[in-house]
């Protein structure tokens, strides 16, 4: 297997890259960004500079490769809205947006960019004004959530709370800061209340649909293995992870692989649905070699 996921990584690897343009973007879509030029480097969904830049960080990619840094700063100079200190698209309805901020820190500390003011206020800021609510909440019309129910609604959106998790996850414990320590802690703690996947008011159902369906890459919804993924990164040890864990050992097969069983309309195909897929199994393999077969 190791051979195999080296082999399969160098060679998607190589495919991405290839089909970036010589303005170092991915799936740039002229007509659609005159169209809308405030989705720019997002759209189109799951196949432009964004999205490409974190399937990249998500099959390890190396980070030195020289083709990553120019998107980087590109999207990082677009999303990023001075202003209000945090990443951002022009669309107040979903301000502020946790899943975009946590995938910006993603990038960026996979990446080993240099840590900036900007991740330092973005963090600042979501240590001040992310909300973790199971039910109980009324978004207010004024600032910071400005009628965003889609991120902060009665329940807090799950997903926001999982991309903070894992942007921050990135970050070496030693440069974290009190704040990205602390906000880290409480979406590990939401995380762990709904016991990694199911419903906290319902607990014999998932929290999601696609929760439960071993999905690879992550972009902005988690499935039930990223987020035991980066509880281990984290070695958090709870008995609240159990049933998870248990989902996750069912659905290991007889040659000890795991399949892909949501795929994705990404940029280049990383496997076929039902069948193995070296990248599912290494991370499963992870997550079961820290807390046992």
């Not at 799951?46 to 490769?65: E, G, H, N, Q, R």
């Not at 669309?91 to 946790?98: A, E, G, L, T, V």
């Not at 600032?143 to 997903?159: A, E, L, V």
């Amino acid at each position: 297997m190791d051979t195999e996921i080296i082999d399969i990584r160098k060679h998607t690897i190589e495919k991405i890259l290839t089909k970036q343009d010589d303005s170092f973007r991915w799936g740039f879509d002229e007509k659609q960004a005159r169209e809308r030029p405030e989705y720019l480097h997002y759209s189109p969904n799951f196949k432009s500079t964004l999205w490409t830049l974190l399937l990249l960080a998500d099959i390890k990619a190396p980070v030195d490769i020289p083709q990553i840094k120019p998107p980087i700063r590109l999207i990082t100079e677009h999303f990023y809205n001075p202003a209000h200190g945090i990443f951002s698209l022009p669309d107040m309805c979903r301000f502020p947006i946790p899943c975009l901020n946590g995938n910006m820190i993603y990038l960026h500390h996979y990446f080993k960019t240099s840590h900036s003011e900007i991740l330092d206020k973005t963090i600042g800021f979501f240590a001040a004004y992310q909300r973790f609510d199971d039910g109980d909440f009324k978004t207010p019309k004024s600032y910071p959530y400005c009628s965003n129910t889609f991120c902060n609604g009665k329940h807090t959106c799950y997903w926001g709370v999982t991309k903070l998790l894992k942007g921050i996850s990135f970050i070496p414990k030693i440069q974290r800061t009190k704040e990205a320590q602390q906000l880290i802690e409480n979406c590990i703690d939401f995380v762990l209340h709904h016991e990694v996947c199911f419903r906290s008011h319902n607990r014999d159902e998932f929290l999601h649909r696609d929760i439960g369906k071993l999905t690879f890459p992550n972009f902005y919804k988690s499935d039930f293995l990223e987020i035991l993924w980066l509880l281990a990164r984290e070695e958090v040890r709870n008995g609240r992870m159990s049933r998870a864990l248990a989902l996750l050992r069912s659905r290991m097969k007889d040659g000890g692989f795991w399949e892909l069983e949501k795929s994705m309309n990404i940029i280049v195909s990383i496997g076929q649905k039902d069948c193995a897929n070296a990248f599912i199994t290494e991370r499963a393999t992870e997550v079961l070699d820290y807390y046992g077969h």
